[in-house]
Structures are given as C-alpha cells and as structure tokens.
T-cell receptor, first 112, second 117 residues
C-alpha cells in the first residue's frame, strides 16, 4: 500500500525551512528518502530503520516514528539546489524483501 | 562510486518491434531492480533480482521480459508493447545483505525514456 506524503507541494524562498511528512497504514521496516529533479534519476538522501532513529545529511535530516508509522524530512536553510520532487519509499514489515513502495511525491520549489 | 548506467537514454519503438534496455553497475551490488515511472508519478517496482535470480515480479505483463546474465548486468527485453507502456524505465541496484534487502539503499540509474508509437 502506497504511503501518503504531505504536503503535495511547497514553495519556499532561499533560507526558509520545510518539513515533508510520510505516513503509512502498515508497520514499517524502513523508510527511504529520495529527491528527483526533472528528467533525472531519483537521488538517495537517507534511510531510516525501525527504531525511531533520526539521521542527518548536511542541512537535511529525517526522523522515523515507529509507533505512528510516520517519517518526516526536515530541510533547513533551503538552497536553490533543494528544488525537486521528494519521495519517501517504505518497506513494510512482512512484505517481500526489497519491495520499496513510493509515496506520490512532494514538489519543492525554492525561489531566490 | 555509486554509478548505475543505463542505455539507451531514449528509445522510440513501434508496437511490433523488439528492443532491449540495458543496465550496468560495477559496485559489487547483488540486487538489481527495474522500475517504471510515468510523468508526475512515483517509480513503480516491476522486478527484483537478487544474486542473479528473479525474486519479485510485480505481476508485470509478459511483453516485458527481464534477464540478469551476471551480477553486473540487467536487461529488460521489450516485445509488442502498447502506447501506454511509454514511460521512464529506471534501473537500481543495492548491496543485498542476504535477506536484508529491506535495509538496503537503492541507487538509481538515469533511466531510459521509452516512447511506444
């Protein structure tokens, strides 16, 4: 079952912060975050495993709330290069291993 | 180096043609994946190969035929496709720690943009 992302779109000015949420109705084993620019491949940002861990990658970090089956991606002090579509991918417990199901995506636009 | 390469970049084919997409990685990854992505939609999993064996087929029509000749190479053979099969076809690979594919990071190639006339 596809995870649900919110919001669907975000418009920011450089330097502003954003939060993208991803929730699932299934118990999750892992959450994977990707960014895809138009016409390019999805680029891996980070992976979070069950255990409620929080990870960071430059000014981008994420958390995973195992009890709520929710993950959030935090983008701080946004840069123009952050523009793109952000996808969360989830692997639900008990499913065929390797099956990554992506949310519908959040379009992030950063203006100067 | 986290590079996955795909050829060709663009492919236009008729409904009666036979063509193949190629994916290659030299990272020593033992799991490889095919995804299909329509415009403004997320990637959708088609096939997973683990240690050169097909482990997941997401009920993909038989006009798509995957092949994994060795651990570095993944092909997708196309035959008698329909216009609705036009999409970006993405290949990905991951390390595959035995059964722990769920915890693996998948690295994507740039994709092949397929148009079926």
């Amino acid at each position: 079952q596809q995870p649900v992302q919110s919001p669907q779109a975000v418009i920011l000015r450089e330097g502003e912060d954003a939060v993208i949420n991803c929730s699932s109705s299934k118990a999750l084993y892992s959450v994977h975050w990707y960014r895809q620019k138009h016409g390019e491949a999805p680029v891996f940002l980070m992976i979070l495993l069950k255990g409620g861990e929080q990870k960071g990658h430059e000014k981008i970090s994420a958390s995973f709330n195992e009890k709520k089956q929710q993950s959030s991606l935090y983008l701080t002090a946004s840069q123009l290069s952050y523009s793109g579509t952000y996808f969360c991918g989830t692997v639900a417990g008990g499913t065929s291993y390797g099956k990554l199901t992506f949310g519908q995506g959040t379009i992030l636009t950063v203006h100067p | 180096d986290t590079e996955v390469t795909q050829t060709p970049k663009h492919l236009v084919m008729g409904m009666t043609n036979k063509k193949s997409l190629k994916c290659e990685q030299h990272m020593g990854h033992r799991a490889m994946y095919w995804y299909k992505q329509k415009a403004k939609k997320p990637p959708e999993l088609m096939f997973v190969y683990s240690y050169e064996k097909l482990s997941i087929n997401e009920s993909v029509p038989s006009r798509f035929s995957p092949e994994c000749p060795n651990s570095s190479l993944l092909n997708l053979h196309l035959h008698a496709l329909q216009p609705e099969d036009s999409a970006l076809y993405l290949c990905a690979s991951s390390t595959s720690r035995g059964l722990e594919l769920s915890a693996d990071t998948q690295y994507f190639g740039p994709g092949t943009r397929l148009t079926v006339l």
